[in-house]
Each structure stands twice: as C-alpha cells, then as structure tokens.
C-alpha cells in the first residue's frame, strides 16, 4: 500500500509538472499571440491617426484655397474656426477663436444676420457691407448646424466678395448716366433752336443763319461724342487690334500737325516739331496719330492766343522713347492732373463743351498709350502750361493686357 501511495504520488507530482509546464507554454502562446495584437492595433491606430491628420490637413488646405470666406461658430455663437480667405477679406489679425462674432468683427450686421439663423434655421443671399474707406461688399449665405439629437451645435456662414463686382456695377450705372447727359445737352439745345425756327425765327435770314450754325455746332457734337464712344467701346473690348512696326516719329508728328495748322491759326498758336528725324518706335501708326492728335489738339484749344505747341521725343534707358506735347496755356490743377485722363472728367466744363470736347479724349490717350505697353502723364503748374508725356516701345515687345476697369 506504501508502494501505490507513492507511486500515485509520483504520478500526481509528475502530472502537475506536466500541467506546469503546459500552461507555461500556453501562457506564453497566448502572450505573444497578445503581443502581436498589441503591435497590430498600435501599427492600425499609427496608420489610422495618419489617414485622419492627412484628412485634415487635406480638408484645411481645401478649406484655405477656397476663395469664398468661412466661419464657423460653436453652439454658445463663439467662433470656432475661419479660413484664410475671410481673415483676408476682414483683415482680421490675431487669435479671434473662441469670441463672439461682436467682439472678433464689430458688424451689427453680422449679428443680426446669426439671430436670424438661429430661429429661421438658414439665410441665403444676405447682402453685407463692411464700411470703411474702400467699403467691401458680402453675399453671405448661413445654416444652423444640429448635433445627433438634434440640439443646435453652430452656425456656418459662406462669405462671398462682391466688392469687384460692385463697382463695376456702379463705374457702368456712372458711365451710363454720364453719356445720356452728355447726348442729351446738345439735343435739348438743337430741339429749343428748331422750336424757335418754327415758331417765326425762320423769317428773319440773319437770326435764323445763326441758329442754323447753333445747331450745326451741337450736331458736330453729338457726332464727336459718338465717334469717341465707339473708339473707346472698340478699345475696351479688343476689337482694335495693333498693327505695330517701326516707324519714324517725324513725319507723323508733322502729319498731324499740317492737320490741325489751321485750327492752331486761328489762335495764332505757333506749332513746333522737335522730333528727330531719326527717332523711332514700334507702333500703330493710325493709333499713335490718333494719340498725337487729341494732344496737341487739346493744346491748342485750351492754349493761350499766340502760344506755343511743341512736341519732341527722347529716348529712355529701358527700351523705351519719351514723347512729349508741351503748351503754354493755363495748365492743369495739381488735383485734376490724375483725373483729367477719366471719362468725362474735365477741369472746366463749360470751356470744354464751349470747344466741342467730349472729355473722352484723354481716355482714349491711355488706352491706346496702355496697350503699346507704355505709360501716359502730365505735369503742369496753374499759369505755366501743361506737358503731356508718354511713352512707346522702341522695339516690338510683348502685348499688354489692356485696363478693363476704368474710373468714369
Ligand atoms: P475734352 O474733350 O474735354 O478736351 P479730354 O479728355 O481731352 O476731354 O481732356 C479732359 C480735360 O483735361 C479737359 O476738359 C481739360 O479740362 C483738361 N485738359 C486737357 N488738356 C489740357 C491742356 N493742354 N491744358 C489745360 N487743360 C487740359
């Protein structure tokens, strides 16, 4: 019996080693096969906060290239994020998360517009301005933003910048009312002469001989005023294009100058041509002409009696040659030499209409001047005359783009 217990105590000992090391080996199975999770759900969760910061930055680089402007307000109205486009469009500087839209932009506007979405749930279309020295213009479009219960949690609003669009808007509504006028003086003018005709003016030849050449003035007008629209609505959307090649300056300059002598004669204005004759520049010669001829043209109707015109050329270190149309009448305002090259900007009007100008003149200078790549001014002081300076390509260079917006 001794012999049994211990044999059955031999094999007991013997089975729980056997177990021992059976579960050893288990545990240590079940460790690594633990391990091996372990590593596999860091290198899931490595790759997942990979996709998720590529997300991000994905979403804020779109969010940043967008020209529309954003906002986005938590559910207590403070500020949650913005993109780069609206701390453009309101110069917003610094940190501005986490105030109220009152406190990051002063707008009553905009407040009024976020207590608007929150009890009609979204605005579209709602017009913002931005006050200041240059206003700015907003379409502003906003939603209520609700959580899974459906507990509201923000606003978002979409800034969209009308400004552009605005003053195009208004430089045509100006450019608009400015031509009906200026088309619509000289035929009130021409209707009241043709009423005082018929009315009995007709029977005395000598009255009637003056009102005839009234009205031919105002005719003469109207028909200068409609050639410069459509010069200025040809440049403006391109339908004049360039023929540019070298020429000399001389011989243009005199051409233009044996077309206007006569005008220049009856103010006894003395023409001077101090081109030369070997200057040149890569041009269009129609358009240069046209350029020459409302300058001198200019100086002689707003030069002195018995006064000097001149025009010269010099060349420029950058390719370029400088001319100049000098006169020694009046000259110009300090405050009017930037405005005078504006459609319809004139420093005395009645002295402009009383010499058939149509103050497009000068517009049209620049442009053509603009689209030769070159550039157009004026210096003058009140009593010493004015000079017109403008610059052309000596060699052909590459087209400009032409201005599209254009004070009126
Ligand atoms: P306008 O048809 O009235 O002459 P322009 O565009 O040619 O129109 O010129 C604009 C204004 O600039 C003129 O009305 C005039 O007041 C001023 N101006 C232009 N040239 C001269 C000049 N040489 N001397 C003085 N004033 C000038």
């Known amino acids: 019996r001794f012999k049994m217990w211990q044999f059955f105590c031999g094999i007991s000992v013997a089975l729980l080693f056997v177990l021992h090391f059976w579960w050893k080996r288990r545990y240590e199975s079940v460790d690594s ?92 279309g ?72 018929i009315d009995g003016a007709k029977d005395d030849p000598a009255v009637a001989t003056r009102f005839l050449q009234t009205i031919q003035k105002h005719t003469d007008r109207l028909t200068f005023l409609i050639e410069d629209l459509l010069t200025i609505s040809r440049l403006e959307s391109g339908q004049i294009t360039l023929n540019q090649q070298k020429l000399l300056l001389r011989p243009l300059v005199e051409r233009v100058m044996d077309d206007l002598q006569s005008r220049a004669a009856e103010k006894d204005i003395l023409l001077e041509n101090r081109v030369n004759d070997e200057a040149s520049a890569n041009v269009d010669a129609d358009r240069l002409q046209q350029v020459l001829f409302n300058l001198v043209d200019n100086s002689i109707k707003y030069g002195r009696l018995e006064g000097t015109v001149i025009v010269g050329a010099e060349p420029m270190a950058d390719g370029f040659i400088k001319m100049w149309v000098k006169d020694d009448g009046p000259g110009i305002p300090p405050d009017a030499t930037e405005r005078v090259f504006e459609r319809f900007y004139r420093v005395d009007r009645a002295r402009s209409r009383e010499q058939g100008g149509t103050g497009l003149g000068l517009s049209i200078v620049k442009h053509i001047v603009q689209s030769h790549g070159g550039e157009v001014w004026v210096e003058s002081r009140l009593g010493e005359g004015a000079t017109f300076y403008f610059t052309l390509p000596v060699e052909k260079i590459e087209r400009f783009p032409l201005p599209v917006l254009q004070t009126a």
Do not use: W
């Not at 096969?33 to 590529?54: K, P, S, T, W």
């Not at 009152?102 to 009890?119: I, N, W």
């Not at 933003?145 to 003053?167: A, Q, S, V, Y």
């Open 126 to 197: 709602f017009e913002l301005e931005l006050p200041g020295f240059r206003s700015r213009y907003f379409e502003v479009s906003a939603v209520a933003l609700f959580d899974l219960h459906d507990e509201p949690n923000g606003m978002l609003f979409t800034f969209h910048d009308l400004t552009r669009l605005k003053e195009l808007e208004n430089t045509r509504k100006e450019f608009v009312a400015n031509v009906s006028h200026e088309l619509r003086t000289p035929l009130t003018l021409i209707k009241g002469f043709v009423e005082t005709l």
């Open 33 to 124: 096969d633990l391990g091996r999770c372990r590593h596999r759900i860091e290198v899931l969760q490595e790759e997942h906060e990979n996709v998720v910061a590529q997300t991000v930055a994905q979403q804020e680089a779109l969010f940043n290239s967008m020209l529309e402007g954003f906002l986005l307000l938590d559910a207590e109205g403070r500020v949650k994020t913005m993109n780069q486009s609206l701390q453009r469009l309101f110069t917003v500087h610094g940190d501005i998360r986490g105030k109220t839209i009152m406190e990051a932009f002063r707008l009553h506007g905009l407040q009024d517009l976020a207590e608007r979405v929150s009890r009609e749930g979204q605005v579209r």
